[in-house]
């Protein structure tokens, strides 16, 4: 049986549609205006090459995004930069990131919170931008994406969806080599809700992301996607107070202008193992990572004047003053709404592991001094809950089961 919808009925759709097309189409244009001006890492950056013969191709052992360095060497080999392959895309994707935690307070009546919250999102885009690479941002997206679909769709989930979603899902997984361990909790929730039906988009994931860990096993030796994971544990290690000197410094073989991934892989893999002998031996070493000053003053309330902006903040820069306490005071905020709330709705608990671990990887595999670019796509996940339904609010069943709400197309 069907139902004709009466002319009002018809005009209002129209009219929350059109806002909803006009809002996004700001929100793109604003975010090209906003962020693509910042500059940004390139893919191959730390491959240390940037002139042919020795760009890298996606069987490099780079971590992340490897296909994408397919458009940036067409690019940087016929125009010598990397601006619509990085900034613009950079761009593009804070502005559709912004798009949907505004359209998701605007539908759910919590716009007075968005106006607490969202200058300091804005602040931390634009300062991971600077010189943020542009996995930063798809990573977010396509997590907070991801988010959208596990909160909203219910267990009738259509075939439209779950091509999206495994779209949604394969970024995530191709923008950083955690990024794995977020698929495997999506698409387990989603089994565990809707059963077979969710197969495909897994396949789709599978497929597409296989031969890269194919590449990884034959070339290096690993299965993970990042040749740099044994480095980044030793970062971690001496920001905790550990001896940096006990492990090998493997950036001197990434300034030589002969880079060497293979000598990389094996360099860090040795780190790797010194680092774990010492969680086994010493595991107050491990527990030391997760100190509560660490937790909260690096990355918590991460200082966005990290060293790849070149910003140094002076005590008499009153511009850098104004950003820092109105950047702090929405992390504040965002937190602050995000406790209140969290017992009351039962839906929280999908954002609170994403949080959680979005904070457990970096506190594991970063000295802290580009926090804010490593923790803004959980960050985002933070303000995107602030947006959320409020609790008193009912649980529209309906609005549960659309089959392509706005904010998942």
């Not at 890269?212 to 970062?235: A, M, R, W």
């Not at 300034?255 to 360099?267: I, S």
């Not at 709705?345 to 970096?362: A, K, V």
Request: one cysteine or more; a positive charge.
């Amino acid at each position: 049986m069907t139902f004709t919808k009466n002319p009002r009925s018809l005009m209002v759709h129209l009219k929350e549609s059109l806002i909803g097309k006009s809002g996004l189409i700001f929100c793109i244009i604003f975010g090209i205006l906003a962020f693509s001006g910042t500059s940004k890492i390139p893919n191959f950056a730390l491959m240390g090459a940037y002139q042919l013969p020795n760009f890298p191709d996606i069987t490099t052992g780079m971590s992340i995004l490897r296909i994408w360095t397919i458009v940036e060497k067409f690019e940087y080999s016929h125009f010598g930069e990397l601006y619509f392959s990085n900034n613009f895309v950079y761009g593009l994707f804070a502005g559709y990131l912004i798009y949907l935690i505004c359209n998701r307070a605007i539908k759910n009546n919590n716009f007075s919170k968005l106006l607490l919250v969202l200058p300091g999102l804005l602040i931390a885009i634009f300062f991971s931008a600077s010189p943020g690479p542009i996995f930063d941002i798809t990573f977010a997206v396509s997590l907070v994406v991801s988010l959208l679909y596990l909160l909203d769709i219910g267990e009738q989930i259509s075939p439209t969806q779950v091509f999206k979603l495994s779209f949604w899902v394969t970024l995530m997984y191709m923008s950083r080599p955690f990024g794995m361990y977020f698929a495997f909790v999506i698409y387990g929730y989603f089994f565990f809700k809707v059963g077979k039906r969710i197969l495909p988009a897994i396949a789709v994931t599978v497929l597409v992301m296989a031969p890269f860990h194919i590449i990884q096993l034959n070339k290096f030796d690993t299965f993970t996607l990042s040749t740099y994971s044994g480095t980044n544990l030793v970062e971690a290690l001496a920001s905790s107070g550990e001896n940096p000197n006990q492990f090998l410094d493997c950036k001197e073989i990434l300034g030589r202008e002969n880079y060497d991934t293979k000598e990389m892989v094996d360099c860090s893999n040795i780190n790797k193992s010194r680092a774990t002998h010492l969680y086994v031996t010493k595991p107050t070493v491990f527990l030391g990572l997760f100190s509560p000053k660490r937790v909260v003053k690096t990355f918590m309330f991460a200082n966005p004047f990290w060293p790849g902006t070149g910003i140094n903040p002076h005590p008499k820069n009153l511009h850098l003053i104004i950003v820092s306490i109105i950047y702090y005071v929405s992390l504040f905020f965002t937190y602050l709404i995000f406790i209140l709330n969290f017992s009351k709705n039962r839906f929280y608990i999908f954002p609170l592991t994403f949080f959680s671990m979005g904070l457990i990887f970096p506190l594991l595999g970063t000295d802290g001094s580009e926090a804010i670019r490593i923790f803004m796509p959980f960050i985002a996940v933070a303000y995107l809950t602030v947006t959320n339904k409020q609790p008193n609010q009912s649980l529209d069943a309906q609005a549960l089961n659309q089959p392509d709400s706005a904010h998942t197309s």
